[in-house]
T-cell receptor, first 114, second 112 residues
Framework: GAVVSQHPSRVICKSGTSVKIECRSL??????MFWYRQFPKQSLMLMATSNEGSKATYEQGVEKDKFLINHASLTLSTLTVTSAHPEDSSFYIC??????????FGPGTRLTVT | DAKTTQPPSMDCAEGRAANLPCNHS???????VYWYRQIHSQGPQYIIHGLKNNETNEMASLIITEDRKSSTLILPHATLRDTAVYYCIVRAGMNRDDKIIFGKGTRLHILP
């Protein structure tokens, strides 16, 4: 199947700093990628839809100025958590689809804000 | 998207078939049933999907009732590596832009 990678796999940052997470489709092009967040023992929560060459679409309740998404190419989307706080500590997962319907997910990035 | 209902957890003995049920009584005619699973601390993994016919691949079988209001995912010979949270999702069409909304899923424990 298609491969989606994320970098870094784990990151620890201090409160107030910003951190960037990359999502790449390794063997296919993706005009649309999705970003999810998952807290311990909870399900995945969709944060936003990342569209190549245009602005991201954010789900209700997700602060677009705090979670900056850039989809500059057909194989790369980035999520930047700005002014991170301990409550932003979570597991962030991206997904992309090379063909209609079957989304493939990245391995996730665990963010810890101290 | 239509909502789905799954049992919160299930146990299955290693080597036996694991049958995971899902109710989707409000599914509409153009909506597909998808199954994903998430092993601890990993991203979700696509398993199988179907519209109205039963489907089988190398991982699992999907049985959809004739009225499409429920389905069952079958792992024919469960192994310890199948321990994961399994998500049943209903999605409209095959558009790659269709977002996936995850419910709580079923936590499957494979017992040695």
């Amino acid at each position: 199947g298609a491969v989606v990678s994320q970098h870094p796999s784990r990151v620890i940052c201090k409160s107030g700093t910003s951190v960037k997470i990359e999502c790449r489709s390794l063997d296919f092009q993706a005009t649309t990628m999705f970003w999810y967040r998952q807290f311990p023992k909870q399900s995945l929560m969709l944060m936003a839809t990342s569209n190549e060459g245009s602005k991201a679409t954010y789900e209700q309740g997700v602060e677009k100025d705090k979670f900056l998404i850039n989809h500059a190419s057909l194989t790369l989307s980035t999520l930047t958590v700005t002014s991170a706080h301990p409550e932003d500590s979570s597991f962030y997962i991206c997904s992309a689809s090379p063909t209609g319907g079957e989304q493939y997910f990245g391995p996730g990035t665990r963010l810890t804000v101290t | 998207d239509a909502k789905t209902t799954q049992p919160p957890s299930m146990d299955c003995a290693e080597g036996r078939a694991a049958n995971l049920p899902c109710n989707h009584s409000t599914i509409s005619g153009n909506e597909y049933v998808y199954w994903y699973r998430q092993i601890h601390s990993q991203g979700p993994q696509y398993i199988i999907h179907g519209l109205k016919n039963n489907e089988t691949n190398e991982m699992a079988s999907l049985i959809i009732t004739e009225d499409r209001k429920s389905s069952t995912l079958i792992l024919p010979h469960a192994t310890l590596r199948d321990t994961a949270v399994y998500y049943c999702i209903v999605r409209a069409g095959m558009n790659r832009d269709d977002k996936i909304i995850f419910g709580k899923g079923t936590r499957l424990h494979i017992l040695p």
